[in-house]
C-alpha cells in the first residue's frame, strides 16, 4: 500500500506550469525561437504545457522534442525530432530533479553541438545534488530525506500533481 502525501495538485501544478513560462519569456525576451525538450515520459508532458503557456506571452517560435533515454541506465540518448542545436536557444525539462543526474546526461548531445544557451527546468527539485546541474525554472523546492521519492502524476497529457512517497519502515 503506496501512503500518497501530495505536494501539488492538478490547480497548483498548473499555476507553478504557467509561472515557469512566464520566467522563461522574461529570461529569454527578444529571442526569436525556443527548443523545449522534454525527457520522456512526464518532462515531454511538461514540456507541451509549458509550450502551451509559452504561445500566450512568446513572440517567437516555439519547437518541442522527446528526449528519450533509461534514468537509471543512460547509455543511448535520443532526440525526436532531430533537430539542429547550433545557435538555438534549449530549455531541457523533467519533471523532478533528484540527484541531477538524469539532467546531466540528457545534456550530452547537446555537447557535439554548439547552442546558444542552454536552461533547464523541473516541476519539482529536490535537494539533494549528487551532480552538478542547477535548475534555472523551478515549481517547487522541496527538502527530502534520501529515503522519500516524488512522483509527478499525469493522466494523458495532464499533469494530475505530485507527491511524495517515503521509504518502507524497517520489518
Keep these: 500500500m503506496v501512503n500518497k502525501k501530495y505536494i501539488l495538485s492538478k490547480v497548483t501544478a498548473e499555476k507553478k506550469l504557467r509561472r515557469m513560462a512566464l520566467e522563461v519569456t522574461e529570461q529569454n525576451y527578444g529571442e526569436k525561437e525556443l527548443v523545449l525538450v522534454g525527457i520522456k515520459h512526464s518532462g515531454l508532458i511538461i514540456a507541451n504545457k509549458i509550450s502551451n503557456y509559452l504561445k500566450e506571452v ?3 517560435a516555439v519547437i518541442v522534442a522527446a528526449l528519450t533515454m533509461d534514468k537509471k541506465n543512460p547509455t543511448t540518448i535520443t532526440i525526436e525530432p532531430s533537430i539542429d542545436f547550433n545557435g538555438k536557444i534549449v530549455l531541457l525539462i523533467d519533471d523532478v ?3 541531477g543526474k538524469a539532467m546531466l546526461y540528457a545534456l550530452k548531445p547537446f ?5 546558444k ?7 519539482v527539485e529536490r535537494t539533494h545534488k549528487s551532480f552538478p546541474v542547477v535548475v534555472d525554472y523551478v515549481g517547487l523546492s522541496i ?3 534520501l529515503d ?16 511524495m512517497e517515503a ?5
Design 58 to 60: 512568446f513572440t517567437g
Design 97 to 99: 530533479a533528484n540527484s
Design 111 to 115: 555537447l557535439e553541438t554548439y547552442p
Design 117 to 123: 544557451k542552454i536552461q533547464t527546468l523541473a516541476l
Design 143 to 145: 527538502s527530502t530525506t
Design 148 to 163: 522519500e521519492h516524488i512522483y509527478v502524476e499525469v493522466e494523458g497529457t495532464d499533469i494530475e500533481g505530485a507527491w
Design 167 to 171: 521509504a518502507a519502515a524497517p520489518v
